[in-house]
């Protein structure tokens, strides 16, 4: 007989099927990725999300992982976790560097201000 | 000079080595067909404005008694893989002006087998999508109707190919871009083993699922451009030099392929593309292969893991796309406003909408149900295929797509349909494995149709022997735009 606590595991499954995200979500999570959003994006995305995490969330049915899978990797090929030599070798100038940069000055990136001024 | 453009690079290579045509005249010839039909394809970027110089000097190797095995090709790369000096912009307005101070490992082994690298090809941007129609530059149209996508993200590649500019390029297929776009184009195109071509300078989207891969005319091509760009590479820690396949395995005779019968009665699934497979079940059977009906029980789960496990690796992947170290700023007064604004003004409606997904699957509270369960998914469907692997089967012969190239436009509006059109090919993403796909015939409306063999992890030599067998009993099929190119 399957124990209670399973039960409840399913039922809260079940009802946790239901996913809306509004628009104050989107807000929320484009705060969190430092993402600009357009008023169009604001208004469209919350029922796009909903749409794809409504399909997403079948995967409810499973149970979750308790290990990572290791990447793309093949487990049984040996290669996880290889790591690199641990050697100095040359690395770009920092003038290099510094040209991709969209602003630079004396060889370091410049940013606009940092920190904040109380208002 | 026509018989140039869809020549295979073997043939080109014959013809290089008995002196009947040089690598200058290769590349003159391809600049000549590409300034003449690309305005209406979309295929390239930007061309290489050195490789008639790299031609010379490749023909110069030559008759110095050199011969490398890609001596005088020219072949397309496609934007998102660097290349020293010469812009890479992944498509997206981000890194518009983005130029790489060093080449990807993929292409400078392409430099050092002799290839020239010829131009750089379109993509959805940053290869998030499934018809290259996200990209800033506009999208790339399918050579044989081109109010058609060419498939994605590596659709620039897979046109180019076919519209006969060059004889090989290279994509990158994280859930399919190589192979969905050969399938569209009516070419082949292979996504290598997980780790067995270095990543170093192909820029990240989702690093678990990541390979570079490529697109040609024939099995063999695509054999050598592997042979060429595979292998270990200290630069990427997950890379590594696979062990060949026994040759006694190799023998078309014994080889045991699986179909996947079930994937032929999904929702959505053309019938064309249904009868094509069971055509070339039956053409492996005719050449002595044994082939019988399998399952991949937990294969349904893959689009649903595919979009958490790709969404969330691409959200962490482009937080570097800042306005500081490269690519483009929005000017604002303060650094987080400066941020959003640039990345709002940088990135494309598909990426935004993959970046939102990503963070949202990895929100605290949401990790668990999303993430660690699309992981749990990812080693269901690896142990499918493994069981049938492990049970004597050497490969699983599937569709590529469940439709021949839909229209342009057809699907931009709705994300869900374009991410189902990836159902076929995530499969072997996910589990890491090689996959290859064969052109075998064409639909009433003649637009390419391809069948998808997928092997075991480092099979691709087994990937090799089933789609020569579907290359000899499929003619090959009349190249698209030939009447066009007037030498």
Known sequence: MRPIGDAWVIIARAMSKKIHVDATAVRKIANLAQLGLSDDEIRTLPAELTTILEHVAQLDALESSDRPSGLGLDPRSGNLGRLREDRPSASLSSDVVARAAPESAAGFFRVPRVIRTAD | ?487
């Open chain 2, 1 to 487: 000079m026509s018989d140039l453009a869809f020549a295979t690079a073997e043939e080109l290579l014959s013809r290089l080595a008995c002196g009947d045509l040089t690598s200058v005249e290769l590349v003159q010839d391809a600049r000549r067909r590409t300034e003449e039909i690309d305005g209406s394809l979309g295929a390239f970027v930007r061309l290489n404005p050195r490789a008639l110089e790299e031609a010379a000097a490749s023909d110069r190797e030559r008759s110095a008694g050199r011969t490398r095995p890609l001596e005088g090709i020219p072949v397309a790369v496609k934007d998102n893989i660097c290349t020293a000096g010469l812009e890479t912009s992944c498509g997206s307005a981000i890194l518009r002006g983005f130029v790489p101070t060093r080449d990807a490992t993929v292409v400078t082994r392409l430099r050092e087998a002799g290839a020239v690298i010829f131009g750089k090809t379109n993509l959805d941007e940053f290869g998030m999508g499934s018809s290259t129609e996200s990209s800033v530059h506009g999208p790339t149209r399918n050579p044989w109707d081109r109010e058609r996508v060419a498939g994605g993200s590596s659709g620039g590649s897979a046109a180019a190919v076919a519209a006969g500019l060059v004889p090989l390029a290279l994509g990158s297929d994280t859930g399919g871009s190589v192979r969905q776009p050969a399938a569209f184009c009516g070419i082949h195109g292979l996504k290598p083993t997980y780790g067995s071509v270095s990543r170093s300078g192909l820029v990240a989207y989702g690093s678990s699922l990541d390979v570079v891969g490529a697109l040609a005319r024939s099995v063999a091509d695509i054999a050598r451009v592997l042979e060429v760009i595979g292998g270990c590479d200290p630069a990427d820690p997950t890379s590594f030099s696979p062990a060949r396949t026994e040759p006694e395995r190799l023998d078309p005779r014994r080889l045991r392929v699986g179909l996947a019968a079930d994937w032929l009665d999904v929702d959505g699934i053309a019938d064309s593309v249904a009868v094509a497979v069971r055509a070339a079940a039956r053409a492996l059977r005719d050449s002595g292969a044994i082939v019988g009906d399998v399952t991949l029980p937990h294969a349904r789960w893959s689009i649903p893991a595919y979009y958490i496990l790709a969404t969330a690796e691409a959200s962490s992947n482009l937080a570097r796309y800042d306005g500081v170290r490269f690519g483009c700023r929005a000017t604002r007064d303060d650094l987080e406003s400066m941020y959003r604004a640039t990345r709002g003004a940088g990135f494309g409606r598909e990426v935004k909408r993959r970046i939102m997904l990503g963070t949202y699957a990895l929100c605290a509270g949401y990790q668990d149900r999303f993430y660690a369960r699309a992981e749990r998914a990812r080693a269901l469907v690896r142990r499918d295929f493994e069981t049938l692997f492990d049970s004597g089967w050497d490969l699983v012969l599937a569709p590529t797509t469940p439709t021949s190239a839909f229209r342009l436009g057809e699907k931009v509006g709705d994300p869900l349909a374009m991410y189902l059109s990836d159902v076929f090919t995530v499969t072997a993403n996910l589990a890491g494995i090689p996959a290859i796909s064969v052109p075998v015939g064409q639909d009433d409306d003649g637009l390419p149709l391809a069948a998808q063999l997928i092997g075991p992890s480092c099979g691709e030599s087994l990937l090799y022997v089933g789609a020569r067998l579907l290359e000899r009993a499929f003619p090959p099929l009349e190249p698209p735009m030939r009447g066009r190119f007037v030498p």
